[in-house]
């Protein structure tokens, strides 16, 4: 007996491994760029969001408002967006006494963001945020290897049995953690496709001293389906970490989220000043030199991915 259920009436729960894969091949073949979202943080804090407060708390308080700012990315022309767990392993949550909510934190903003995609009719991939873990790899710190891959794989068991296309793993600074969160997802999801960025905010490096080079060699070799930086000091910093990856690896798809400008410290807070006009002509310079999939991270907003995307469609 066949299964006649299409795509459009499956319930919710978990994509199936082959789907998840015909998903993310059908957005990178549809053309040379692929438009990710923005800052969800950025977002949040215009919505009222206290700082020091967790983000992923949202999921469920305020869960309209976690919808409507995905919307907004996806009139601006995401096709890739990510959910809002950046924080959203166990211990981060411990900070705020959440690390035994991981999945109901995880789960929902998968959730959340399936709903608003398909609400929208959109074809755009639904992809779980993965952060750092918020301790330091041994020998530096206390975090071993084997604990971090059980600490990001908890967080990914929870994404996929939301809904997740793809697994988006950022920000990291440490060659030794992202390994651990690549390995952790595919203890969950074997097949899954996975971003991996890391963030070269310190003289080209990251802040514990990867080059550009040897991140994508690495991160090529563990199977990453995209490679590439994100957050840092603006899109001076970011489109020479792209040109020397597209270099080293000729051949990987290359991503890139730069924040909007450098950021400026204000009030006790960091402030970011590009407009969405300087934003359109990062993404044409990043794309030039060699991302694929470029969205934008800390300050930008969805008129800066609608600029992006105008942009790139123009230009």
Same mark, same amino acid.
């Given at each position: ?29 549809? =053309? ?131 809904? %997740? ?28 496709? %996975? ?27 563990? =199977? ?7 957050? =840092? ?65 800390? =300050? ?16």
């Amino acid at each position: 007996m066949t299964d006649q259920t299409t795509e459009q009436e499956r319930p919710p729960g978990p994509v199936p491994p082959e789907l998840q894969r015909a998903r993310w091949n059908a957005i990178i073949k549809a =053309g040379p760029t692929t438009i990710a979202d923005g800052a969800m943080g950025t977002m949040l804090f215009a919505s009222g969001l206290q700082f020091g407060d967790p983000p992923e708390f949202w999921n469920l308080t305020q869960p309209d408002v976690i919808r409507r700012i995905h919307r907004g990315y996806l009139d601006a022309g995401s096709r890739i967006l990510l959910t809002n767990t950046f924080g959203g392993n166990r211990l981060r949550m411990s900070l705020h006494g959440n690390e035994h909510r991981v999945s109901e934190f995880n789960q929902m903003a998968a959730l959340l963001l399936r709903a608003e995609v398909e609400s929208a009719g959109s074809d755009a991939l639904v992809a779980g945020d993965i952060g750092p873990s918020g301790s330091i790899m041994m020998p530096i710190g206390t975090l071993d290897f084997d604990e971090a891959v059980d600490v990001f794989a908890e967080q990914a068991t929870a994404l996929v049995a939301g809904g %997740v296309d793809v697994v988006w793993i950022e920000t990291m600074s440490d060659l030794q953690e992202i390994r651990a969160a690549i390995a952790g997802v595919r203890q969950v999801a074997p097949s899954i496709p %996975v971003i991996a960025t890391m963030t070269f905010d310190t003289r080209g490096h990251t802040m514990m001293g990867v080059k550009p080079e040897a991140a994508v060699h690495a991160l090529a070799e563990w =199977g990453a389906d995209g490679i590439g930086g994100n957050c =840092g000091n603006g899109p001076a910093e970011i489109i020479p970490v792209i040109t020397k990856m597209r270099i080293a690896e000729p051949d990987v798809t290359l991503v890139a989220k730069s924040n909007a400008g450098m950021p400026e410290l204000v009030d006790m807070m960091a402030v970011y000043r590009a407009e969405p006009a300087a934003m359109a002509d990062y993404a044409i310079q990043i794309r030039d030199a060699g991302a694929s999939i470029i969205g934008a991270c800390c =300050g930008s907003t969805p008129a800066h991915l609608a600029a992006m995307a105008e942009a790139l469609r123009t230009r």
